[in-house]
C-alpha cells in the first residue's frame, strides 16, 4: 500500500493534469490527498474519474484559496470520521494488519492564521 | 514562535517523522537566484502504534513541476531496489572493422601517453564507451535500413546515384562483416577459423552458451535452493568468504611426507623472469573471441 500528499496548487490547471496522470501511472498510490486544490466538488469528481479512483471526499475551497481532496481506491476499505477546511481523517481497516487512522492535515494558507493553526492540532 | 508550538503539539500527540528517502526538501521558493529557499514543508507524521503495523515504512519526494511543493509519497512497505549492476566496459572485436575506430584508440593513447599502462588503459576504454553511444549503437537497424537505401539508388541512374550505390555497397558489406564479428565473439566457438558469412549457426550457439552460463538457482550446504538475486549475491560471496578465511591446521606433518621433485636445474628455470618473446608467444596464441579480463579488454584488442 502506498500513499501520496502534495500541495498541487490549483487542481484543474492544465499543468497539474499530467503531473497527477505522471504520479498515478508511475507510482500507483492506494490514496491521494491533495491540499490547496482551489476547486469546488465537481473539479474533484471530474478529477477522480480521470485517474480511475474508486471514492474522493473533497472540502470545497473557501472564497479562492483552501480546498482538500483524499482519493483513494476501495482496496483500503476507507471510512470517514472527521473533516474541516483544515483535514481530513478516515479511518483504513486492513484486514491483516488492523485499523489505523489517517489524518490529511493542511494549515491555513495566509500567514496571520497561522496560530489558529496550531492551536487546532 | 509558532514553529515551537507545533512541534509541541506533536511532542504531545506522540508523533514522529516517518523517515525520508532521497531528497529531503519538499518546498522551494526562488531557486537559482542568491535568495533561494528550500524547505521540508509537508511532512509525514505517525504515532508509535502505526510504526508497529508499517514498521519499514518511508516517504519519498517525487517530481511534479506544477507546484512549488513537491508531493511525497508514502510507501508503507517499500520492497528493497533490485541491484542493477553498472554495464561494465567490454571490448568488442566487430569495432575495428568501423572506419574511425583506429584513429580513435591511436588519438586517446598518444594523449594519455604519459600514464602507466593501467591508467591508460581505463581512460582508453572510457573514450571506446562514449565513442560507442554516438557510432556503434544500431548495428541491427542500421542492417535492416542499408539494402532499402540500396534498392532506392538503384532504381535511379544518374552519376551520383553509382557513386551512392557504390558507398552503399561497401556500407553493406561492412556491417555484415561487423556482424559476423559480434556473433562470432559471443559463440566461442573457438575451433572455427575466419570462414564464411554469418549464419544461424552463430548466434544459435551464443544462445545456447547464455542458457548454460545463466544461474537460475544456487543450493547451499543444507540443500536449500535460492532463487532471489539478492539471495543468490549474498549465498555466493558467503562460499568464498568460506572458503579463503584462514582455517587453523597444521600442513607441515603433511608436507614432511612428500619428496622434492624439482631438480635445481627446473628451479633455475621456473625462477627467472620472463623474457620479451615469451610474453609475446603466450599474449599472440590467445583466441581473439576468448572473454575479457577484468579490464575489459579480449585478446582481440590490438
Redesign the interface.
Known amino acids: 500500500?502506498?500513499?501520496?500528499?502534495?500541495?498541487?496548487?490549483?487542481v484543474s490547471?492544465p499543468?497539474?493534469i499530467?503531473?497527477f496522470k505522471?504520479?498515478v501511472r508511475h507510482?500507483n498510490?492506494d490514496l491521494l490527498f491533495l491540499s490547496?486544490t482551489l476547486a469546488h466538488r465537481n473539479k474533484i469528481e471530474e478529477l477522480r474519474f480521470l485517474l480511475g479512483y474508486d471514492c474522493c471526499f473533497p472540502v470545497d475551497r473557501t472564497g479562492r484559496d483552501g480546498g482538500l481532496a483524499l482519493l483513494w481506491r476501495n482496496s483500503l476499505h476507507c471510512q470517514l470520521v472527521d473533516f474541516s477546511s483544515n483535514h481530513i481523517t478516515v479511518e483504513i481497516n486492513?484486514i491483516v494488519?488492523?485499523t489505523?487512522r489517517l489524518t490529511g492535515y493542511y494549515g491555513y494558507p495566509n500567514g496571520g492564521r497561522?496560530?489558529a493553526a496550531?492551536n487546532f492540532? | 514562535m509558532?514553529y515551537q508550538?507545533?512541534r509541541q503539539?506533536v511532542i504531545d500527540?506522540g508523533l514522529s517523522d516517518v523517515p525520508i528517502e532521497g531528497y529531503p526538501f519538499t518546498?522551494f521558493k526562488s531557486l537559482g537566484t542568491p535568495r533561494a529557499v528550500e524547505e521540508r514543508?509537508?511532512r509525514?507524521l505517525a504515532n508509535n502504534?502505526?510504526f508497529n503495523?508499517?514498521p519499514n515504512a518511508t516517504i519519498e519526494t517525487?517530481a511534479?513541476?506544477?507546484?512549488?511543493?513537491?508531493?511525497?509519497?508514502?510507501?508503507?512497505?517499500p520492497t528493497p531496489r533490485p541491484y542493477v549492476s553498472k554495464r561494465h566496459f567490454r571490448y568488442e572485436n566487430a569495432w575495428h572493422l568501423e572506419p574511425g575506430f583506429k584513429d580513435l584508440v591511436t588519438n586517446s593513447w598518444q594523449e594519455y601517453s604519459s600514464h602507466t599502462i593501467i591508467p591508460k588503459l581505463s581512460s582508453c576504454a572510457e573514450d571506446m564507451s562514449v565513442w560507442r553511444k554516438s557510432h556503434f549503437h544500431k548495428l541491427k537497424t542500421d542492417i535492416e535500413d542499408c539494402p532499402k537505401q540500396l534498392q532506392e539508388t538503384q532504381l535511379g541512374s544518374s552519376g551520383e546515384d553509382q557513386v551512392r550505390m557504390f558507398e552503399l555497397r561497401k556500407r553493406m558489406q561492412r556491417l555484415l562483416s561487423q556482424d559476423d564479428a559480434y556473433w562470432c565473439q559471443r559463440a566461442k566457438t573457438h575451433w572455427y577459423k575466419d570462414g564464411d558469412r554469418n549464419t544461424k549457426f552463430f548466434p544459435a550457439s551464443a544462445t545456447a552458451r547464455k542458457k548454460v552460463n545463466r544461474i537460475t538457482f544456487l543450493e547451499d550446504d543444507a540443500g536449500n535452493k535460492f532463487t532471489n538475486e539478492q539471495d543468490m549475491q549474498d549465498m555466493a560471496r558467503q562460499y568464498f568468504v568460506n572458503i579463503f578465511q584462514q582455517q587453523n591446521s597444521d600442513f607441515s606433518s603433511v608436507i614432511d611426507v612428500i619428496n622434492l621433485s624439482v631438480s635445481d636445474n627446473d628451479s633455475y628455470m621456473l625462477t627467472t623472469p620472463f623474457t620479451k618473446v615469451e610474453f609475446k608467444g603466450a599474449i599472440f596464441s590467445m583466441h581473439p573471441d576468448k572473454c575479457s579480463g577484468p579490464d575489459g579488454y579480449n585478446p582481440g584488442f590490438d
Do not use: Q
Open positions: 500500500m502506498s500513499l501520496v500528499a502534495w500541495n498541487c496548487r490549483g490547471s499543468s497539474t499530467p503531473d505522471y504520479l507510482f498510490p490547496e486492513d494488519l488492523g489505523w497561522r496560530t496550531w492540532l | 509558532a508550538r507545533f503539539t500527540s518546498w514543508l509537508d509525514a502504534k502505526w503495523i508499517f517525487l511534479a513541476p506544477a507546484s512549488d511543493h513537491y508531493p511525497i509519497y508514502v510507501n508503507v512497505a
